[in-house]
């Protein structure tokens, strides 16, 4: 079957780093997306990886490994801002979207 | 318009009434879709479009339909509403291409009662 799996929740500290990581299983692989979502928003893209390895957007990176069918959105520097839900999404062989259920990240000062 | 807009923002609904959730994209984006989206749930697929004149089935097609005249608009129709049928429900769309990304609308909060 398909199946997305991230952890519900993650708590972190203002300044510091987060890794929110997600496992994947998919019939077919065409990419893996990170979407940001802020409560009672709707989801924005945050990244794409295809190609296996770390891929950096400023604040934020990305990371696959798609062997280990695996991949993590690094957080650095957080912000309150930062203070969302954070979607994990694979891209299937009918390159259809398959979504994690999200992980909701809560920044401390 | 700039992006993909949705109507209304919110309702509430009789069960057993007909309503149909409007999607506008200016974007002049190939493919659109429908999700739902419930608590403790991932965004789940009703209906997707890869271009005008055509629709598709997602993960949750039941008691809901599509229709895709132009590049601009994909209204979502629930037949006879059921109370589980009580979600937030995005329209997206994207350009088709390999890469896929996909832009959201602000979505439409239904409440079945």
């Known amino acids: 079957g398909q199946n997305i799996d991230q952890p519900t929740e993650m708590t972190a500290t203002e300044g510091a780093i987060v890794q929110i990581n997600c496992t994947y299983q998919?019939?077919?692989?065409?990419?893996l997306f990170w979407y940001q979502q802020h409560a009672g928003e709707a989801p924005t893209f945050l990244s794409y990886?295809?190609l296996d390895g770390l891929e950096e957007k400023g604040r934020f990176s990305s990371f696959l490994s798609r062997s280990k069918g695996y991949s993590y959105l690094l957080l650095k520097e957080l912000q309150m801002k930062d203070s969302a839900s954070y979607l994990c999404a694979a891209k299937g062989s009918n390159y259809q979207l398959i979504w994690g259920a999200g992980t909701k990240l809560i920044i401390k000062p | 318009i700039a992006g993909i807009t949705q109507a209304p923002t919110s309702q509430i609904l009789a069960a057993g009434r007909r309503m149909t959730l409007r999607c506008t994209q200016d974007?002049?984006?190939?493919?659109m879709y429908w999700y739902r989206q419930d608590l403790g749930l991932g965004l789940r697929l009703i209906h997707y479009s890869n271009t005008a004149g055509t629709t598709g089935k997602g993960e949750v097609p039941d008691g809901y339909s599509v229709s895709r005249a132009n590049t601009d608009d994909f209204p979502l129709t629930l037949a006879s509403a059921v109370p589980s049928q009580t979600s937030v429900y995005f329209c997206?769309?994207?350009?088709?291409?390999?890469?896929?990304?996909?832009?959201f609308g602000p979505g439409t909060r239904l409440t079945v009662l």
């Open positions: 998919t019939s077919g692989f065409n990419g």
């Open positions: 990886n295809v």
């Open positions: 974007m002049r984006h190939n493919a």
């Open positions: 997206a769309s994207s350009a088709g291409d390999e890469f896929n990304e996909q832009f």
